[in-house]
């Protein structure tokens, strides 16, 4: 069962995706770089920020950092004129605050989200935020999201994550959360294969979410962690030719899991009482599967193999 939402802000509760863009491509404009909106949106799904282009084309730091500051102004001002409202937002968040605990992920920055909410009753629904500065590494890295979880208390296999972006739903994914991703115009050409289920509204929400409820009781529960791995062996290691320096990591173990019912310390912990090496196992990256599972690879130094 669901009891926590974890909402993305630009673009699922508020209509901003465009403005920021626009902002980015008009400060850019300023310094002889363009920003076609098709390289922005890819760039935008691997978390590559647009300033890299000007990195690339030789401007030096202090203009690029001036520009930033003329994006931000221009954002802002797009905040204070523009209709960002997104139809059904309020009634369907006070719908869904009779039932599940809600708090809201975003990598917008602070200054930028308390503007977008000062005269919005959004935030009434929701327990916390957490905006860019309150974590070290924003999405599509999994950290938000898993700031998040830490933040309630909640374990995955309880929670899903409401996202409009392909990197908001690689973040999701990457920390074992089922997502939801509501169409936005902007963003609808970007991958969401890997999304749990897209819907085209907000007011669609409270449904799709119970219907994961109707699929979490056909899966598996928490206690039946099994996977029944094979001990890791110092020879696969040397039969991967993988020179045993310490900035090395070979991939040593792979196992499918079904999507939301482990988190990455239960399997840390597992993971290491069968492998018998007295090191902490990181999982690198979870790969998504069609058919809502994920494979976790995990790595260990390999200087202590030898």
Same mark, same amino acid.
């Given at each position: 069962? !669901?009891? &926590?939402?974890?909402?993305?802000?630009?673009?699922?509760?508020? $209509?901003?995706? %465009? /403005?920021?863009?626009?902002?980015?491509?008009?400060?850019?404009? =300023? *310094? @002889?770089?363009?920003?076609?909106?098709?390289?922005?949106?890819?760039?935008?799904?691997?978390?590559?920020? +647009? /300033? $890299?282009?000007?990195?690339?084309?030789?401007?030096?730091?202090?203009?690029?950092?001036? =520009?930033?500051?003329?994006?931000?102004?221009?954002?802002?001002?797009?905040?204070?004129?523009?209709?960002?409202?997104?139809?059904?937002?309020?009634?369907?968040?006070?719908?869904?605050? $009779?039932?599940?605990?809600?708090?809201?992920?975003?990598?917008? !920055?602070?200054?930028?989200?308390?503007? #977008?909410?000062?005269?919005?009753?959004?935030?009434? %629904?929701?327990?916390?935020?957490?905006?860019? $500065?309150?974590? =070290?590494?924003?999405?599509?890295?999994?950290?938000? %999201?898993?700031? @998040?979880?830490?933040?309630?208390?909640?374990?995955?296999?309880?929670?899903?994550?409401?996202?409009?972006?392909?990197?908001?739903?690689?973040?999701?994914?990457?920390?074992?959360?089922?997502?939801?991703?509501?169409?936005?115009?902007?963003?609808?050409?970007?991958? &969401?294969?890997?999304?749990?289920?897209? #819907?085209?509204? &907000?007011?669609?929400?409270?449904?799709?979410?119970?219907?994961?409820?109707?699929?979490?009781?056909?899966?598996? +529960?928490?206690?039946? *962690?099994?996977?029944?791995?094979? *001990?890791?062996?110092?020879?696969?290691?040397?039969?991967?030719?993988?020179?045993?320096?310490?900035? /090395?990591?070979?991939? *040593? /173990?792979?196992?499918?899991?079904?999507?939301?019912?482990?988190?990455?310390?239960?399997?840390?912990?597992?993971?290491?009482?069968? =492998?018998?090496? +007295?090191?902490?196992?990181?999982?690198?990256?979870?790969?998504?599967?069609?058919?809502?599972?994920? !494979?976790?690879?995990?790595?260990?130094?390999?200087?202590?193999?030898?």
């Amino acid at each position: 069962m !669901k009891k &926590f939402i974890l909402f993305d802000n630009d673009g699922v509760l508020v $209509e901003t995706e %465009y /403005w920021y863009y626009l902002a980015n491509k008009q400060a850019l404009a =300023s *310094l @002889g770089v363009d920003l076609p909106r098709d390289r922005y949106l890819a760039n935008m799904a691997e978390g590559i920020s +647009p /300033w $890299e282009l000007a990195q690339a084309a030789g401007i030096h730091q202090a203009a690029i950092q001036s =520009s930033r500051k003329l994006r931000n102004r221009y954002y802002q001002e797009s905040l204070r004129k523009e209709d960002i409202e997104i139809d059904g937002v309020l009634d369907t968040l006070a719908e869904l605050s $009779e039932h599940y605990r809600m708090a809201i992920i975003t990598t917008a !920055k602070r200054p930028d989200f308390e503007l #977008i909410h000062l005269d919005r009753r959004i935030l009434e %629904y929701m327990e916390f935020c957490l905006t860019v $500065e309150d974590y =070290s590494q924003a999405k599509p890295h999994p950290e938000p %999201y898993l700031a @998040g979880l830490s933040r309630f208390g909640a374990i995955p296999a309880e929670t899903v994550v409401v996202e409009d972006s392909a990197r908001g739903l690689k973040s999701a994914v990457a920390a074992g959360i089922e997502c939801i991703v509501v169409d936005n115009a902007f963003t609808a050409g970007q991958d &969401f294969s890997v999304a749990t289920k897209k #819907i085209p509204s &907000f007011r669609e929400l409270p449904s799709a979410i119970r219907a994961l409820a109707h699929q979490d009781s056909a899966a598996p +529960p928490m206690n039946r *962690l099994n996977p029944d791995p094979p *001990l890791i062996q110092p020879g696969i290691v040397k039969q991967s030719g993988v020179a045993p320096l310490n900035r /090395w990591k070979a991939v *040593l /173990w792979r196992r499918w899991y079904p999507t939301g019912h482990y988190s990455f310390p239960v399997l840390r912990v597992h993971l290491a009482a069968f =492998s018998g090496l +007295p090191f902490n196992i990181q999982p690198i990256f979870l790969q998504p599967h069609p058919a809502r599972f994920f !494979k976790l690879v995990i790595a260990l130094p390999t200087i202590a193999l030898d």
